[in-house]
C-alpha cells in the first residue's frame, strides 16, 4: 500500500511546538487513517500518531473526536482513572489532522487471535469488563456515545505492577447525546438493535456493544456474526427469543428492511403479549428474492462447553410492560 510507504521513515514536524514525533512503525488503520507508533523527541517517549485521511468529511469527524476527547479527559477524568485513552496533542500536517495519543498495547481482537480465538479466562473477562463499564459510565455521565465500540477499539494498558488492564480508543465516530446526526453507525456485528432498526439511540447503544464484546471475550468468537444487517437481527432474534415489539417496529425507520406487516392481531386494542405480533421478520427465501447477493445465515459455531455457561439475555417483553425506548439496549450478563 503506498499510504504505509509513505508514513513510515517519515518525519512529522508539530508546527505549533516544533516538537518531532519519528515514525518507528504502523500499529494499525482503520476507516479514518493510519496510527504510528512515533517516538516524541520532545517528551524522549513513543507516542501514538493517528494520521487522519485527508479528506474534508474525514477531518471534520476528526475535529469532533478531539473534541470530545478533550472534554471527557480534562473535564470527566482528569486523573485519568477511568480507562478512557489519553490525548496528548493533535496538529495539521499536509492537510491531514493528527492527533497523538498515549502509547498503548494490542487491542483486544489482536487478543483474542493470540488466543486461537479460544476466549480468555474469566479472571480477565471480568477485569477487562469492569474497566470498560467504568468507561462507559464516565461516558453516560458526560452525555457521550462511542458508536463503535468493539474489540478493536480497546486496547491493553502497558502492565503496571503486572495488573492487566484496558482503556476504550476511537472516539472517531463518537457524538454526544440528543444531537444524533448519523443513522448508519457501529460496527455491525456491535451494532445495537435500535441503530440496526432504525430507532432514536441514546448512549444505551455503547452498553448494547458492550454485552456483545463480554461475551465475545469470554467465548473468543462474535456473539452475532452476520454477513449482513439482516443475518445479525435474525441471531438477536433467535438468540433473545423474541422479536421486538410492535409499538417499537411501527415506529422504526427500517422495519421493512427486516419485516412484513402481517395485519393487525388485535384491531383497536394496543396491548399485546410480545408473542402475537403484527409483523413477522422476512424468512430468507424472501430476503433472498429481494436482494439474491446476499448470502444464506450460517449456522451458530459457537463453541459447546463454554457457550452453556453463559447466558445472554435481553429485556425485550419489559417494554411492553411500560418500559422506557432509552433502556432498549441494556444488555444482562450474568455468569
Ligand atoms: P475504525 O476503523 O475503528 O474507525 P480508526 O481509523 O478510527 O479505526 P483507531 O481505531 O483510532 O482508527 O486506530 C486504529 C488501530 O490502531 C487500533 O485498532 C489499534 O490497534 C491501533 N491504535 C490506535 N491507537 C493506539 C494507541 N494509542 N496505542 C497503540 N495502538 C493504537
Ligand atoms: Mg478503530
Ligand atoms: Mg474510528
Known amino acids: 500500500n503506498s499510504d504505509l510507504i509513505l508514513y513510515v521513515n517519515l518525519e512529522l514536524v508539530n508546527k505549533k511546538s516544533d516538537r518531532r514525533y519519528i515514525v518507528e512503525e504502523m500499529l494499525g488503520q482503520g476507516t479514518f487513517g493510519q496510527v504510528a507508533k512515533c517516538w516524541d523527541a520532545e ?3 513513543y507516542v501514538a500518531v493517528k494520521v487522519i485521511k485527508n479528506q474534508p468529511a474525514f477531518y471534520q469527524q476528526a475535529i469532533m473526536e478531539v473534541s470530545l476527547l478533550s472534554m471527557l479527559n480534562d473535564k470527566f477524568d482528569p486523573d485519568d482513572q477511568h480507562h478512557i485513552v489519553r490525548m496528548l496533542d493533535f ?4 492537510n491531514h489532522l493528527c492527533i497523538t495519543f498515549e502509547m498503548l498495547g494490542h487491542n483486544l481482537y489482536e487478543l483474542l487471535k493470540k488466543n486461537n480465538l479460544r476466549g480468555l479466562q474469566l479472571q480477565f473477562v471480568r477485569t477487562f469488563s469492569r474497566q470498560i463499564l467504568d468507561a462507559l459510565i464516565v461516558m453516560k455521565g458526560a452525555g457521550i456515545i462511542h458508536c463503535d465500540l468493539k474489540p ?9 505492577n503486572s495488573a492487566a488492564g484496558v482503556k476504550v480508543i476511537d472516539f472517531g465516530s463518537a457524538c454526544m447525546e440528543g444531537k444524533t446526526i448519523y443513522s448508519y453507525i457501529q460496527s455491525r456485528y ?3 438493535p435500535e441503530v440496526l432498526l432504525g430507532y432514536p439511540y441514546t448512549t444505551a447503544i455503547d452498553m448494547w456493544s458492550f454485552g456483545c464484546i463480554v461475551a465475545e471475550l469470554y467465548i473468543g468468537l462474535p456473539l452475532f456474526p452476520g454477513a449482513s444487517e439482516y443475518d445479525v437481527l435474525s441471531r ?9 415489539p410492535d409499538d417499537l417496529l411501527r415506529e422504526a425507520k427500517n422495519t421493512r428492511k427486516f419485516f412484513k406487516h402481517a395485519g393487525s392481531i388485535y384491531p383497536g386494542n394496543e396491548a399485546h403479549d410480545g408473542l402475537r405480533s403484527s409483523y413477522r421478520i422476512l424468512t430468507e427465501d424472501e430476503v433472498e428474492a429481494r436482494d439474491s447477493k446476499k448470502p444464506k445465515i450460517g449456522k451458530w459455531y459457537f463453541p459447546r462447553g463454554r457457550l452453556d455457561r453463559l447466558i445472554f439475555s435481553y429485556p425485550w417483553k ?3 410492560e411500560g418500559n422506557l425506548p432509552g433502556l432498549f439496549s441494556d444488555a ?3 455468569y
Open 318 to 320: 419489559n417494554l411492553n
Open 43 to 45: 517528551t524522549n517517549s
Open 91 to 94: 496538529f495539521p500536517w499536509k
Open 152 to 160: 478493536e477499539n480497546i486496547l491493553i494498558t502497558p502492565k503496571v
Open 332 to 334: 444482562f450478563i450474568y
Open 236 to 244: 438477536m432474534i433467535e438468540m433473545v427469543g423474541g422479536q421486538p
Open 190 to 192: 456491535y451494532r445495537s
